[in-house]
């Protein structure tokens, strides 16, 4: 079973930069999509960004687009997600998760494994 270890979360100001990490130790990472979802309260989850492992493909939700920027590390078995210009509504729980497969996909339910999620925090 595929286990997710996320880090990189914080409290920041407004117009700050974080950088979030997600560490698995699954041998076929390679063939795995990996995606980011954050979670504010009282609101649902939300599709932020997500990249095919092996193929680089990636995926965007319009409220981060030309702010954050998903990536991967083969070496490191690592998926980033480099945020910057944070503005106070990107504050939420962010969670990593992963898919089998090889198609970016960006709906929640599509992904059965997840990580415990990094609390971000941007202040005005």
């Known amino acids: 079973q595929v286990q997710l270890v996320e880090s990189g979360g914080g409290l920041v100001q407004a117009g700050g930069s974080l950088r979030l990490s997600c560490a698995t130790s699954?041998?076929?990472?390679?063939?795995?999509?990996m995606g980011w979802f954050r979670q504010a309260p009282g609101k649902e989850r939300e599709f932020v960004a997500a990249i095919s492992w092996s193929a680089g493909s990636t995926s965007y939700a319009d409220s981060v687009k030309g702010r954050f920027a998903i990536s991967r590390d083969n070496a490191k078995n690592t998926v980033y997600l480099q945020m910057n210009t944070l503005k106070p509504e990107d504050t939420a729980v962010y969670y990593c998760a992963a898919k089998f497969g090889n198609r970016v996909v960006t709906t929640a339910y599509e992904y059965p494994y997840w990580g415990q999620g990094t609390q971000v925090t941007v202040s005005s």
């Open positions: 699954e041998r076929t990472f390679r063939s795995y999509v």
